[in-house]
């Protein structure tokens, strides 16, 4: 894998290659053609508190005593990866040399450290024998830091200094935020560049950043002396199973990707990468979601002939979902949508219970007393609300243990899927909403619950398409599709959701507002998620070839009509489906649009959907044009998200072009009806 960056003065679109390869790149590479990988022999050397250690394309240098991390690189460049932990760590006890590193603890606060060179990485681990926590690693002090990625939804690359990022959370920026990396990060990483400006011009080098441990670790921003910094802290608790801290660190060629590119290397050496080749060859109709577009559909939109208006379109690839209310599709629709050579999948989720008799949807509705027995409880027994304050949650632990001998979930699945449909959207169970449950007799912490939601996910894949909602890293083995980690979501969008009058309501029925209604983003919210030069594929990087990845399902292509030219750039650059929300009238309206624009998507992503993100490159200096690989040159993506042509392509198109092609096949979304 390639994860340059080409830089070019002036915006003339001319590359010139990073000269220093991504080293968890070479390490992929090893492992795709079987070979170890990275591992050095040599245990490093220690004096004093100065404890070195081999990484791929250098060194690193750990301080014992304050945890403070430098790196020396092969072509000669010293960067800080990481200044002294956050909080006092108390003097340090004697340091062992180990077979590849060396070990020694923190008394005052009951950690044990060991410090390894692993796989060209430097990897150091903690454990606590007592409750505390631990701020570190505290990074981006480094003078040459540039810019910091951060996998929120697909990914962003923000420069330092960038006035936008460093104004307060409030204002659409990140300063005096803290995410939560088992909850609000798509994957569990984040990276600095050191040395590249604002344009893309410069640079050579950076730092990867992985966290496995993510549940109890959160990543918190500070904007000091107009610089965005980022320390990572992490609570050890013995009841939420947290006691253990793990950090690796990877030199990296300071492409924005790279972090990426480390953690899909990391997941194939440890055997946590999934493969959509893998899903097909074993569940031949995920095949179908390679060169379709998603929608949710309503009305005319479900039936039969609202199916065959779409294929009369030209539109050879669908994923067609519909909710749980009243007036699913049924089983002619079905069986026209899978003629047509769709998938079909109702949406349900297994995380709500009410009380049946007032339930206001049909998916809180359980038999027996699931509700309320299976609700997740709180320390002091109350039960965890559910979603927008009806019900509860409902206990994964409580339905596994169930399900050998009630079959609940079996058989409501049974029940969605009677009408024939191939698919299925499981929401918010590959999200990072989990939970610690005291409720006596299915106590379990958040890890347990992600394993409950883990082995569910898998029992539905055997037979169906699976997706769900905003899925993280660590399902990407079992799912074929996710709604949602294409999304950057800024908080602002949550307040804009809230207010129905702006965004709409659940009304009228067969259309409703908070779908079809077309709403304006506050320029803050619109920066934040969508403006192009802080775009990067930092999701695909990971994962692209594992499952199919799309923005969440409330934000059609057409709710935000400011956005369709850059999302539909996005989604061509970075291989993802653009997602709809379908009616009669809007297939009549939009229908040709869609159209046009699947038929350009469709042999792109059938060609390149199961490949692997190889290389994403900024062109000029101003980032507006931006390029992808994937598959080492099966597929290559350029898109102008500027106004102006730059090297021959117009501002507001793409062009791809296939191995084989003679020319590039090109697209001007705003030229579409629609």
Same mark, same amino acid.
């Given at each position: 894998m390639t994860s340059d960056v080409s830089k070019s003065p002036k915006g003339s679109g001319r590359s010139r290659t990073a000269t220093r390869v991504l080293a968890a790149s070479l390490a992929l590479s090893a492992t795709t053609f079987g070979v170890a990988g990275c591992d050095s022999a040599a245990a490093g050397t220690l004096e004093g508190s100065r404890l070195t250690l081999p990484v791929a394309g250098g060194t690193a240098v750990v301080d014992t005593a304050s945890l403070a991390v430098r790196a020396h690189t092969d072509d000669g460049r010293q960067m800080v990866l990481s200044a002294a932990a956050g909080s006092g760590l108390g003097a340090p006890g004697p340091v062992t040399r180990t077979a590849d590193g060396a070990r020694w603890s923190y008394p005052a606060k009951g950690l044990e450290v060991t410090a390894s060179s692993e796989r060209g990485r430097l990897r150091i681990k903690m454990r606590a024998d007592r409750d505390g926590s631990v701020n570190w690693p505290v990074t981006g002090t480094d003078r040459a830091a540039s810019a910091v990625q951060l996998p929120r939804g697909e990914g962003l690359d923000i420069p330092v200094r960038d006035g936008f990022w460093n104004r307060s959370?409030?204002?659409?920026?990140?300063?005096? *935020?803290?995410?939560?990396?088992?909850? @609000?990060?798509?994957l569990p990483l984040w990276g600095y560049s050191m040395g590249r400006g604002t344009g893309g011009s410069g640079g050579g080098a950076g730092v990867s950043y992985l966290t496995p441990t993510d549940i109890g670790t959160s990543l918190r921003f500070a904007s000091t002396g107009g610089r965005l910094r980022a320390t990572a802290a992490h609570a050890f608790d013995a009841g939420e199973g947290t006691r253990d801290y793990d950090v690796s660190f990877s030199l990296t060629d300071g492409n924005p990707v790279a972090p990426a590119a480390d953690y899909r290397s990391y997941l194939a050496q440890h055997g946590q990468l999934g493969s959509l080749r893998k899903k097909i060859r074993k569940h031949p109709a995920n095949g179908k979601l390679l060169g379709a577009f998603h929608a949710y559909v309503w009305g005319d939109a479900r039936t039969a002939s609202g199916v065959e208006k779409l294929k009369k379109l030209g539109v050879d690839r669908m994923w067609l979902g519909y909710d749980s209310g009243p007036g699913p599709m049924n089983a002619q629709a079905v069986r026209a949508a899978k003629k047509a050579g769709y998938l079909v999948g109702p949406y349900d989720t297994f995380a709500n219970g009410q009380e049946p008799k007032s339930a206001d949807s049909p998916t809180s509705v359980w038999p027996g007393r699931v509700y309320p027995d299976f609700c997740v409880r709180k320390a002091d027994g109350t039960a965890e609300t559910g979603f927008g304050n009806r019900g509860c949650y409902l206990s994964s632990r409580a339905f596994e243990k169930a399900e050998p001998t009630k079959h609940y979930l079996a058989d409501r699945t049974r029940t969605m899927v009677a009408n024939g449909a191939d698919s299925y959207f499981l929401d918010v169970d590959a999200t990072g909403e989990l939970f610690r449950d005291h409720g006596k007799g299915h106590e379990m912490t958040k890890a347990g619950d992600r394993e409950m939601r883990l082995a569910r996910m898998q029992r539905l894949a055997k037979n169906l398409v699976l997706g769900s909602e905003s899925s993280q890293a660590w399902? =990407?083995? +079992?799912?074929? #599709?996710d709604h949602g980690s294409g999304t950057p979501v800024d908080d602002g969008l949550w307040k804009l959701e809230r207010d129905k009058k702006t965004w709409g309501g659940y009304f009228p029925e067969k259309a409703p507002g908070a779908f079809f209604k077309p709403v304006q983003l506050p320029a803050d919210v619109a920066t934040a998620m969508y403006d192009p030069k802080y775009r990067v594929p930092l999701y695909e990087t990971a994962l692209h070839g594992s499952l199919v990845n799309a923005e969440r399902w409330e934000l059609s292509y057409e709710k935000l009509p400011a956005q369709k030219t850059t999302r539909a750039?996005?989604?061509?650059?970075?291989?993802?489906?653009? =997602? #709809?929300?379908?009616?009669?009238?809007?297939?009549?309206? =939009?229908?040709p649009g869609l159209a046009a624009l699947?038929? #350009?998507f469709s042999p792109l992503h059938r060609a390149a959907g199961t490949e692997q993100l190889t290389s994403? $490159?900024?062109?000029?200096?101003? $980032?507006? +044009?931006? $390029?992808? +690989?994937?598959?080492?040159?099966?597929?290559? +993506?350029?898109?102008?998200?500027? *106004?102006?042509?730059? @090297?021959?392509l117009p501002g507001g198109c793409v062009d791809a072009k296939l191995s084989g092609d003679k020319q590039p096949r090109r697209l001007c979304p705003a030229q579409l009806n629609g």
């Open positions: 959370a409030e204002k659409g920026g990140l300063a005096g *935020s803290t995410v939560d990396m088992g909850e @609000g990060l798509a399902a =990407n083995k +079992v799912l074929a #599709y750039l996005l989604a061509m650059l970075y291989n993802t489906p653009l =997602n #709809y929300v379908l009616d009669g009238p809007t297939i009549a309206k =939009n229908g699947q038929k #350009y994403f $490159r900024w062109l000029t200096g101003d $980032r507006t +044009v931006q $390029r992808t +690989v994937f598959g080492n040159g099966k597929l290559t +993506v350029t898109a102008n998200f500027g *106004s102006k042509a730059q @090297g021959g």
